[in-house]
């Protein structure tokens, strides 16, 4: 593929001005009712100005009762819209983009957050679940269908450029795609096109929502890398339906929570040859589909960037970590092609998010703090 890293590029009608994302991560810097903090909107902020050509916000919770983690960002009432959208307010004052990504935790969600079981297309135990969920009810699953349409309702009304669906990393979409997770006997388990069912009801039920124009695209696993479960023969075939039904481009992840050495977020990532762990789906998925192409996963350098660009290998990409502890990354790789990112894939950032201080790169911050020190 021709062209560069800082070429402008199209999601549905929306132009972005370079191929640089910042993928969706927990911030941690969020109210208990899902209200962004201050702290939030200034981190947006430096992330615009650091370059990047389209954030993807935090995982945000649709209903209450899929709320993972403190600090998460909620977009399930009216009530928040005016703090969110004084966030999309601060991004487009500092002329960025940004989409809203939408998520239920499914079995995912911590019952001490929610104050009750939590729910999945089954009640079994998973490797990636911390307790037997509670089996949704054929008519509770019209109503998390609803729930997701009225969030991306919620995002368009509060200034979101668009939505990005969270069909990854063993989430409740992802739980109905898994035949691991989804043991269901009616018509919502079994075989792929009963498991992608509810997909398919939330992407309809999104799209009738906020209009043909408005851009909605979606994280897609590739694969749980967990025995039985969701694989990428799946994926591709999912993600060529959604193509149908109008999606306006795919974010392409794997991994679980519970994978192993193979889970969304890998440590050790140090050299340009463990980079881009995803890259081999996306390229695959690119041949398969003719929406834009995300990849995200251990991206880290300039070189590999390019490489993969050159190679047709993705459209866009996704990077979260490298972002936290450099923001300006972005405009490091604008100045010099050859640049790579600092983070050194510990996964540190996200221990001071679990102590309600938000999500920063410890490791920066301990290197200051010497530096100081030594003055």
């Known amino acids: 593929m021709s062209g560069t890293l800082f070429d402008a590029v199209a999601i549905g009608s929306l132009t972005l001005p370079n191929r640089l994302v910042r993928s969706a991560t927990w911030e941690g810097m969020c109210e208990e009712d899902g209200r962004p903090k201050p702290q939030l909107a200034e981190l947006y902020r430096d992330l615009v100005r650091g370059g990047v050509g389209l954030i993807i916000s935090g995982y945000t919770f649709v209903r209450a009762d899929g709320k993972q983690l403190p600090g998460k960002m909620g977009i399930h009432t009216d009530e928040l819209l005016p703090a969110l959208t004084e966030l999309t307010g601060a991004v487009h004052e500092a002329g960025g983009r940004i989409f809203c990504q939408l998520v239920h935790a499914g079995a995912q969600a911590s019952a001490k957050v929610i104050g009750q079981a939590p729910l999945a297309p089954s009640a079994v135990q998973a490797p990636n679940y911390a307790e ?23 995002a368009q009304a509060a200034g979101f450029d668009g939505v990005q669906l969270h069909g990854a990393h ?36 999104v799209r009738r929502q906020v209009g043909p124009d408005y851009p909605v695209t979606i994280k897609l696993t590739a694969a749980d890398h967990l025995e039985g479960g969701f694989e990428f023969a799946e994926a591709m075939q999912v993600a060529q339906r959604l193509e149908e039904l109008g999606i306006d481009a795919v974010e392409i992840s794997s991994g679980t929570g519970a994978s192993g050495k193979e ?58 970590r ?22 050194i894939s510990c996964n540190g950032c996200f221990r001071p998010a679990r102590k309600g201080e938000g999500i920063y790169c410890v490791v920066d911050r301990i290197e200051a703090e010497n530096r100081s020190i030594e003055v």
Do not use: W
Request: hydrophobic share 40%.
């Open 132 to 154: 037997i969920p509670r089996e949704l009810g054929i008519h509770e699953i019209g109503e998390l269908v609803s729930a997701f349409a009225e969030g991306a309702g919620r």
């Open 170 to 205: 063993g989430y409740l979409i992802n739980q109905f795609l898994s035949p691991l997770m989804n043991r269901r006997e009616d018509a919502y388990g079994g075989g792929l096109a009963n498991r992608m069912r509810f997909l398919e009801m939330v992407c309809t039920a």
């Open 263 to 320: 889970t969304p977020v890998r440590q050790g990532i140090d050299r340009p040859e463990q980079e881009a762990y995803n890259a081999l789906y996306a390229r695959r998925l690119k041949e398969a589909v003719g929406v834009p192409i995300m990849v995200v996963g251990g991206l880290r350098s300039g070189a590999v960037l390019r490489r993969l660009l050159q190679d047709g290998e993705a459209d866009l990409f996704s990077l979260s």
């Open 322 to 343: 490298p972002l936290i502890r450099q923001p300006d990354f972005v405009n490091r790789l604008r100045q010099d092609e050859d640049a790579r990112a600092t983070c």
